[in-house]
Every structure is written in C-alpha cells, then in structure tokens.
C-alpha cells in the first residue's frame, strides 16, 4: 500500500517536508517509525525511541498501534509546535 508521509517543525527540518512511502498491508504506526529508524542517519536521530513524537494519522491523533491504510497520510511531528 502507498502512503503520503510528512513531518512537522523540528523534524520537518532534519528530514524535509513530505515523502510517500510503500507499507506492507496491515502496518501499524509503531511499525513504521520503526522502519524509518532503520534508515539511520538523521532519521534514526530525530525519531528515536528516546525522543518525544507524535504521530497523527488522516489529521487524528493516533497511538502506535493504530493500523495505517492505504492511501493514509501520516504525520510525525514534536509534541509542541509553533504557528
């Protein structure tokens, strides 16, 4: 499945606005930042486990283990953003 991927503020510096992403069916959010960490470099730095993320989900906040579908747009960004 084809995902359209974005990050947000402080992410969204380190690793560029949007990407879109091909998932296996049945992937959850947790399983694709664990994915991305596996990229290394700055991926594996601004998205590790140690770092506070959110993750949204079609604009709704979303817990790891949500299933994404296809066609989803996910969104990763720092728990506090500006405007």
């Known amino acids: 499945m084809k995902i359209q991927l974005r990050y947000f503020a ?3 510096e380190a690793l560029g606005p949007a990407e879109t992403l091909e998932l296996p069916a049945g992937t959850t959010l947790g399983a694709l930042r664990d994915r991305l960490l596996e990229r290394g ?7 590790a486990r140690t770092r506070a993320v959110r993750c949204a989900l079609n604009q709704v906040m979303s817990d790891e283990a949500t299933v ?8 990763f960004f720092p728990p506090v953003t500006g405007g």
């Open 68 to 75: 994404i579908e296809d066609g989803a747009e996910v969104a």
């Open 10 to 12: 402080a992410l969204r």
């Open 41 to 47: 470099g700055r991926h594996a730095e601004v998205l």
